[in-house]
């Protein structure tokens, strides 16, 4: 009975899909410009998004502007992903990944009702679903061999995450439920790698793969670092010299290992988090300000000689914004840490950590030809 009602999920959002992108109520707005010092609460929903979201997700919310951001408008997953799924996400984002956590709880720069806003925009997107059906009972040890062979090399693992959505995460973890999960697998995500596997599986198969993923979940309480003062100095080792960097790519791009040998080296510089505040809450680069690209005040006090790295987790995108900034007002020693943080933290460089936080999986090895 059960999986007679899945299946009928399934088929309805399979041939639902094509005319539900078309149809979709207010597509987003391509037009609206990312705006620097934003008052969220001056904002509509288009301009939040490009101000917050469109740098990874993309400004039409169809995602991989950046690493591994997903679509947040694809049919199966509007008419699946509660309002409260959405929400939460978007306020705890998902540590040890680019998707920060956007909730002013943590030291993100969004109210509820900004949350809200997006929220309810992005569903304004697709048709929003019914009841969810539960998937059966799984065994988490027979679906083990079935993820590894269909699903592990996309979305990886615990140690090693793949190119789209990690499902280990724990964030994700706790705010998706079983059958939210069972039914991205019987309905893939049409228009995407993500095909709908209800043709390749069957429904005990599928409840298998949901237990072990589910068996993939590990607690992790973090205990934000207190909130920026705004006033931490901004220089790392103010008496030093400036650092002479060995590599730069592009006029701009300076690999991690560079900087760490300038920061070994006593190396006088400015390093910038340009992410949330709840990001640098969670970790930084030790000295490492926190200056969001979407609040750039801070930028005023840094002298016009200095030499200004900034950083971010996608890896380029929103410190990219920040030096951008930069040039733009004549500073000519501005760049971008190539890698971006989550790496510099895999190497085991200098961090400033808040409790709970552990080492974010391995990237994967990029096939020959692909871009990142
Ligand atoms: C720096 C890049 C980046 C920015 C900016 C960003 N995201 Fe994300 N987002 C991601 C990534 C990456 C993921 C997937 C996490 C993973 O597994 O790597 C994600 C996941 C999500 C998810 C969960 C999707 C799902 O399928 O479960 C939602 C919802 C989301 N983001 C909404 C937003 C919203 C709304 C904003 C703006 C307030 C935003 N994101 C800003 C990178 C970003
Ligand atoms: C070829 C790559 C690929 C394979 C193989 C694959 N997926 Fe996916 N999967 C994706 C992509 C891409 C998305 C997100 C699509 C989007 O952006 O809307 C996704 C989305 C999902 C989601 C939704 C997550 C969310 O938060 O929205 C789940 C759950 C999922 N996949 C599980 C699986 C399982 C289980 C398997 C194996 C049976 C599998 N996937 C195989 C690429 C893949």
Redesign the pocket.
Known sequence: MRAALVFLVACNSGSASPSTQGSAAAPPKASAKPIVDANPAALDAPQLFATYCAQCHGTDAK?YKSDHA??LV?PT?LESASAAYLTASIEQGRPGTAMAAYGNAVGGPLDTAAVTKLVVWLQGQGKIGGELVNAPAGDAKRGQPL?VA??Q???GDSATRGE??L?ANPV?LKL?NDAF?YH??VSG?PG???EA?DHK?GVQQIAD?VAY?RSLAHEQTITPLPASTGKEPLFVNPTGKPPVWKTVKEDRFVPADDVKKALDAKAKMVIIDARPESEWRTVHITGAVSIPHFNLKRLDEIPKDATVIAYCACPHHLSGIVVDELVKRGYKHAYVLDEGILEWQRRGYAIVAAQGVTVPPKEPELPAGAMR
Do not use: D, E, Q, V
Request: overall charge positive.
């Open positions: 995602g997903p679509s694809n997953f993820y269909s699903c090399k996309c979305h789209y959505l499902l994700f998706a999960i991205a697998i995500r995407t790698p993500m596997f599986l793969i993923i």
